[in-house]
């Protein structure tokens, strides 16, 4: 079973609409990372939350930590092609900070 | 800003031959990791390394050794190749202390024929 299940697994939506991706898990984490994966390429961290309940925003994404700390959400304002990838939650576990664990990510497309 | 940088980005090998690939964390930072991700799938961690210690130890085969050299570079070692190894090998490096972003590098992508 995945540690932390992400929501849903493929999206494909036109440009302009609005999307929220999902990150849910029964563990608690210390502070969740939200990347980006082009194919073949590596991941690139797009956040860091660390407190609960906290909100950053990065330009048109906006990203949430659940207030006890296991679950996050993504919100996608104005979806534009550009955003088109693999979106992937990464949470770091109290007891082990060495290793992140991956959720299942999202692949999204955005038609124009 | 640097960033983090495998070698080689591809490499195409033999069944049962071994392959070695590199990884140099971002400057100032104290911990590598490293990740197998299959086609589709999501990076899986196989090893970290904290301070050239092996910190902490994921869903490495024992085919498969790693050690982090005095100068924080990392090398995964991989014998007796499979055709299931074929994937994308992913090193992350962080500095431990603080809330421990993981940045990425490029990737090898590793072809087993």
């Known amino acids: 079973t995945q540690l932390l299940e992400q929501s849903p697994q493929f999206l494909s939506i036109q440009e302009g609409e609005n999307l929220t991706v999902y990150c849910n898990s029964s563990s608690v984490f210390s502070s969740l990372q939200w990347y980006r994966q082009e194919p073949g390429e590596g991941p690139v961290l797009l956040v860091t939350v660390v407190t609960g309940g906290e909100v950053k925003k990065l330009k048109r994404l906006t990203f949430q930590f659940g207030d006890a700390r296991k679950d996050s959400s993504l919100h996608i304002t104005a979806a534009q092609p550009g955003d088109t990838g693999l979106y992937l939650c990464?949470?770091?576990?109290?007891?082990?900070?060495?290793?992140?664990?991956f959720g299942s990510g999202t692949r999204l497309s955005i038609r124009p | 800003a640097a960033g983090v940088i495998q070698s080689p980005r591809h490499l195409i090998k033999e069944k049962r031959e071994t392959a070695t690939l590199k990884c140099y964390p971002i400057?100032?930072?104290?911990?590598v990791y490293w990740y197998q991700q299959g086609p589709g799938q999501d990076p899986q961690f196989l090893i970290s390394?904290?301070?050239?210690?092996?910190?902490d130890k994921g869903s490495i085969p024992d085919r498969f050794s790693a050690q982090q050299f005095s100068d924080y570079h990392s090398e995964l070692n991989m014998s007796s190749l499979e055709l299931g190894d074929s994937a994308l090998y992913f090193c992350?490096?962080?500095?431990?202390?603080?809330?421990?972003?993981?940045?990425f590098g490029p990737g090898t992508r590793l072809t087993v024929l």
């Open positions: 390394f904290y301070e050239k210690m092996q910190s």
């Open positions: 400057p100032r930072h104290d911990t």
């Open positions: 992350a490096s962080s500095l431990r202390v603080g809330i421990n972003e993981q940045f």
């Open positions: 990464a949470g770091v576990l109290y007891s082990s900070a060495s290793k992140i664990i």
